[in-house]
């Protein structure tokens, strides 16, 4: 199996956050959230359903992450959570720790990631 690219990961990571918190998405969300054009947008769900993390309903555009896609969201989604968490108790900036939390939770590994989890407390 081909590791899915950062960039697909992060499309995935959205799908479910904006699942959450609008109960359906479609590709018009996604480029609006992440302030892509929607050709770009169009191609990346393209890829993701061709490569079945999810699925397009061709009557109203809605988009679902299929089991393998739910999979990778939601871990991208945690890590994301713990590693923001983590840098801010060290002191950084809410701003600067949500992004650098986003590149790292795709490149850190699991060894370290369980040890900040262990060590991060995450209040709803």
């Not at 701003?95 to 939390?101: E, G, K």
Request: charged share 25%.
């Amino acid at each position: 199996m081909i590791k899915l690219q950062e960039s697909g990961e992060n499309y995935l990571e959205t799908i479910l956050v904006l699942k959450n918190k609008n109960g359906n998405v479609r590709s018009i969300d996604i480029a609006n959230e992440l302030g892509y054009s929607k050709p770009s947008i169009s191609r990346a769900m393209t890829i993701l359903k061709n490569a079945e993390y999810i699925i397009i309903d061709e009557s109203t555009g809605h988009i679902t992450l299929t089991d393998k896609g739910y999979n990778i969201a939601t871990t991208m989604y945690e890590r994301h959570q713990i590693l923001s968490t983590y840098l801010i108790s060290l002191g950084v900036s809410p701003d600067v720790a949500t992004q650098d939390a986003c590149r790292i939770e795709h490149v850190i590994s699991e060894e370290t990631f369980e040890r900040i989890r262990q060590n991060t407390i995450i209040k709803d």
